[in-house]
């Protein structure tokens, strides 16, 4: 069912839980994230990547996604993650997508504010001030799309500074605020270092749910802890390719041998997925 993003996570962190949000470059990992969320009977995130959605088939994707959104028997929320561009923004929206992060977090910190602010008035120009918005403050390493190993004792200088916050959400307006605490993009090399201090620090200076982005490999006891910091959705996007690929790689041969099976082989592509979901799923309402 369609829910509003910021009240789903709202809800979930008056329960201490947060919701996971999920990469979906096609529509068989967000049927099975769907599916998983159903099974649980928990609401979840369906992110459409920027590059997805800058193009015309990436936008029939957020509007596909929009369609399995609102029959769901859960909350699910569409949003288009990491955006920069008001156009894809603004076509993204137009297709489907009930939620963006309005990524200014590389540029100097009053034009990170102004592009945040400027998205806005577009919104609310257009009568659609029901769109809500996350910022991020801080600079994450590692890529969002490609996951190359990245050690997060490389790039300090990126955290989230937490004198900024007041400022920066009072200024922007934003319903959530991603933030850099030491996770990244990708893969972690060695063992990931999440600041806690910084995140207590951040959690005391604003009432708006923090997000963490680059999930994948931090360790299960170490999410667990997130809502108790204000940290009310989480997003997972690596783990969930590196399972699909690893199923593809172990199965083609067997179904190709099975008479071109892809029909199994796509429901080997859900289980991997909707396994990967429901572990999550489980871990932060834990
Ligand atoms: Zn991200």
Not at 38 to 44: F, I, M, Q, V, Y
Not at 85 to 113: C, F, H, M, R, T
Not at 195 to 221: C, F, K, M, N, Y
Request: glycine share 8%; aromatic share 4%.
């Amino acid at each position: 069912m369609r829910t509003r993003l910021d009240h789903l996570v709202a809800s979930a962190l008056q329960q201490g839980s947060a919701v996971p949000a999920f990469t979906c470059y096609d529509f068989t990992t967000a049927l099975a994230v769907v599916a998983a969320a159903e099974e649980s009977g928990r609401g979840a995130i369906l992110l459409v990547a920027p590059k997805t959605a800058a193009t015309p088939n990436g936008l029939r994707l957020v509007a596909a996604l929009r369609g399995l959104a609102d029959a769901a028997g859960v909350p699910i929320a569409v949003q288009l993650d990491h955006a920069t561009d008001p156009q894809v923004i603004a076509d993204a929206v137009s297709a489907g997508a009930d939620s963006v992060l309005v990524d200014g977090s590389s540029l100097p910190y009053e034009d990170n504010i102004a592009l945040v602010r400027g998205v806005r008035a577009a919104f609310a120009a257009q009568g659609r001030a029901d769109v809500v918005i996350e910022a991020e403050l801080g600079g994450l390493a590692g890529d969002e799309d490609r996951a190359f190993g990245t050690d997060v004792a490389d790039e300090p200088a990126g955290l989230t500074d937490s004198a900024q916050v007041e400022d920066f959400v009072a200024r922007t307006g934003a319903q959530l605020l991603a933030v850099a605490v030491g996770n990244v993009h990708g893969k972690y090399k060695g063992e990931p270092r999440l600041r806690w201090d910084v995140l207590q620090d951040i959690a005391v200076r604003t009432r708006i749910p923090l997000v963490l982005h680059g999930a994948s490999g931090i360790p299960a006891e170490e999410l667990v802890k997130a809502a108790a910091m204000n940290v009310g959705k989480v997003n997972f996007n690596t783990e969930l390719r590196t399972g699909v690929l690893a199923v593809l790689e172990e199965q083609t041969t067997a179904h190709r041998a099975d008479g071109e099976n892809l029909q199994a082989l796509l429901g080997r592509w859900d289980a991997t997925a909707r396994t990967f979901a429901a572990t999550a799923l489980a871990t932060l309402s834990r």
